[in-house]
């Protein structure tokens, strides 16, 4: 992903490119701040001369991490020799790059500024991109003529661009006029000196054994190599690795290809590393008091692999959790058993909230940990808490052992147990009932479509299913409606929540089903119910603003989303391309609008000007690392209230940021908390004018009157960042665009 972004500092133009979104930059008073992994290293740009200057040491691929364009010169921070440096622009190719022109067709490939390429027809550019020592993927294709009457091959490979880890091949499809790039990552992971690999075209590689003076070659095609292991040389081949097992695992594009020893020669297989190693596992899960014990059989049988994957990995190489215990190793039968203890206060020090148990060499992880082959995915294996975490040990959607971190919540508690289980019992004797369940987010609240669907249903003499609200008796609004609603308001976690849980016949909320309890949950029995259950998504916002194909939209993808949704509410045929794109038919939408907006007006003394920038996820690591100020989104939000301030219209400007950054306003810039609106739904109500980038409220706005502003002067930074382009465009949003700097009138 690439994120931009332009800033002026002392009358001097930059302009910032980040690939690698665990890395956050700022420039500022000609010093270059770099974030990443919770440390800030700044460096003047007066002192990076030709001699690249190293900022960490860190052990990794050779790429691009961000471009700094200052005025006319280029600052590159790139990820190479076991470090990140900061370097400036020579000229040359990063990482030793070498272009191969293999045809005379007027065609030739150049790389500018170091990192930029430009394929040329003539003098002329005809395609450039800036991500190719990136991890992106790129597979691109253009129309152009060419002159090839001499050449007899449909496809003629023009040029390949090389470096270590990446290379680019360029392809001339004669028939059909058509230039093709495509970009081949290869990652030499374990690599033996007596190999040697090399592209072909942008569908084999060459891999050669060195033969005594002579070579002996093999191809991998990227199109057709599959996980059934094929024998590439014969056994007399075995007496120059005698102590090896793993020849050469490369990854090509994200698949690993492994070469192997096996007692009859060496052989080729492609993602299927317990072919590799010919793993013999059954392991069982225990909870001590000072850790997870995972304890059984683990054993690899493959040729030399006796003990040698016996390291156990949290995730990365970088975390070695030790080596599997064998008390017994010298003794034949028993020394394939053993232990190994993950300690709480471990699991609970990993950053991530999962993650996921490697076994390996010392160097390398070969594969994921497992309890058996074939083992039940998404299930419950162990709970433990400590301090205030919930620690999991689970296996994922794969069968494989994962370790996640959530803070303790109530369903937990050894009270929510004896309700669930007193709660699955008697549900299970109410399933002839036609029991519809509704909640909001987290069933904290009650002023969305759920409870409005709800309270016109109550008012309904004529259906004869039962219908309950579930609300958190902490929700300012659980006192007023429990009056109101008596039995058919259900207080979170009591006996009735859990009991109607299991006996409901329907799930109808403006969330996913996981929000009748939290948003994560690791319970099975209950996990298993709210998955299974038909359920309604009543939405709490028109999809049709940010692209539903952005990373952090991809769960709700039908392929991707686990539960059973049997209707999605829509509010127009524009709206339903965005669900078809997700991969949901017309049978499972219904347009109807959304209930809330029945009751979405204005105040009689509305007058606010709202401005709600739409969250930036992908600058998360700014914000939990305090670095809130360096955010895109803070300096979006700080312009906009000085512009009004400026205008001397800061009275009626009303900002609706994330709740992080409402904290930060008020607790840094008590000037401004006046300005701040914590609570969107009653911001909303007072907003005549109503400006976003790409949040979905603007629709919301609209119905109750107010005027709309897309506010799209970040446009391209914003599309880029998102890694996918918003359906909402010149040609269908209502009413005013503004694409360059704000007009402030009053």
Not at 164 to 190: P, Q, R, S
Not at 196 to 214: D, F, H, M, P, T
Not at 434 to 449: P, R, V
Not at 469 to 494: A, E, P, R
Request: charged content about 25%.
């Amino acid at each position: 992903m690439k994120e931009k972004l332009e800033e002026s500092d002392n009358q001097n133009k930059s302009h910032i490119q980040v690939f690698d979104t665990r890395f956050a930059l700022t420039f500022v008073n000609q010093t270059i701040h770099v974030l990443y992994d919770n440390k800030e290293y700044q460096v003047q740009v007066n002192d990076i001369d030709l001699n690249p200057i190293k900022l960490e040491h860190i052990v990794s691929i050779d790429k691009l991490v961000a471009v700094i364009n200052i005025e006319t010169t280029h600052y590159l921070l790139v990820l190479e020799n076991e470090g990140l440096w900061i370097r400036r622009d020579n000229g040359n190719p990063l990482f030793n790059t070498v272009i191969e022109h293999n045809y005379d067709i007027g065609v030739s490939v150049k790389i500018t500024n170091g990192y930029f390429v430009q394929i040329m027809k003539g003098n002329s550019v005809i395609f450039e991109f800036d991500n190719f020592f990136t991890t992106d993927e790129m597979n691109e294709t253009l129309s152009v003529e060419l002159n090839t009457s001499q050449e007899e091959s449909r496809f003629i490979v023009v040029a390949l661009v090389n470096s270590e880890f990446h290379h680019l091949v360029i392809t001339y499809d004669i028939e059909k006029a058509e230039i093709n790039v495509f970009k081949i990552l290869v990652k030499k992971i374990k690599y033996h000196p007596s190999f040697k690999i090399e592209i072909v075209n942008r569908n084999q590689l060459r891999v050669a054994l060195k033969n005594g003076s002579e070579e002996d070659e093999r191809i991998i095609d990227i199109r057709k190599a599959n996980r059934k292991a094929k024998k590439w040389f014969e056994a007399d081949y075995l007496n120059d690795f005698s102590d090896e097992h793993i020849l050469l695992l490369v990854s090509i594009n994200k698949r690993r290809y492994y070469v192997y020893n096996q007692k009859n020669g060496i052989f080729f297989v492609r993602s299927n590393p317990y072919r590799v190693s010919r793993l013999a596992v059954r392991l069982f899960a225990s909870r001590l008091p000072k850790g997870f014990l995972l304890y059984g059989r683990f054993k690899h049988n493959a040729y030399n692999s006796q003990f040698r994957y016996d390291q156990i990995y949290l995730q990365n190489e970088k975390k070695k959790l030790g080596k599997f215990i064998r008390p017994f190793k010298k003794i034949k039968l028993l020394n394939q058993f053993g232990f190994i203890l993950i300690p709480y206060y471990v699991v609970q020090g990993q950053e991530r909230v999962h993650v996921n148990l490697m076994c390996g060499d010392d160097q390398h992880i070969l594969h994921n940990v497992k309890l058996k082959y074939h083992d039940i995915p998404v299930k419950t294996l162990k709970i433990k808490r400590y301090e205030n975490d919930m620690l999991i040990m689970r296996t994922n959607l794969h069968g494989n052992i994962t370790l996640t971190k959530i803070p303790f919540s109530q369903e937990y508690t050894f009270a929510s147990r004896i309700k669930k289980g007193l709660g699955k019992f008697i549900g299970s004797f109410l399933k002839h009932k036609t029991i519809n369940l509704f909640f909001e987010k987290k069933s904290m609240k009650a002023d969305e479509s759920s409870f409005r669907v709800f309270e016109k249903v109550k008012k309904r003499s004529d259906i004869t299913s039962t219908n309950v609200f579930v609300l958190d008796k902490n929700s300012t609004d659980y006192s007023g409606l429990k009056k109101k609603y008596n039995s058919s308001l259900i207080t979170k976690y009591s006996m009735k929540h859990y009991i109607y849980t299991f006996a409901s016949s329907h799930f109808i909320s403006s969330e996913l089903p996981n929000h009748l309890f939290n948003d994560r949950l690791y319970i099975d029995d209950l996990r298993d119910k709210l998955m299974h259950t038909p359920s309604v998504f009543l939405q709490h916002g028109i999809m049709f603003a940010k692209p539903v194909d952005n990373p952090m939209a991809m769960g709700f993808h039908k392929e991707n989303n686990q539960y059973n949704i049997i209707k999605n509410v829509i509010s127009s045929d524009l709206e339903a391309e965005q669900f078809y794109k997700m991969g949901y038919s017309h049978e499972e939408l219904m347009k109807t609008g959304l209930a809330t907006l029945d009751y979405a007006k204005l105040d009689n003394d509305a007058n606010k000007i709202a401005y709600m920038p739409t969250y930036r996820f992908w600058e998360e690591q700014l914000i939990y690392s305090g670095k809130i100020e360096q955010t895109t989104y803070y300096k979006s939000i700080m312009k906009v209230i000085r512009l009004f301030e400026e205008n001397q219209l800061l009275d009626r400007l009303m900002v609706i940021p994330h709740n992080k950054f409402s904290e930060y306003i008020f607790e840094n810039m008590s000037e401004y908390k006046d300005v701040i609106a914590p609570n969107p739904s009653e911001a909303l109500k007072k907003a005549i004018v109503f400006i976003t980038d790409y949040s979905s409220a603007i629709y919301d706005a609209i119905y109750r009157g107010a005027y709309p502003i897309f506010y799209w002067e970040e446009k391209s930074y914003l599309i880029e960042s998102y890694r996918a382009i918003p359906p909402v465009n010149e040609s269908n949003a209502p009413d005013r665009l503004q694409s360059r700097e704000m007009i402030c009138c009053d």
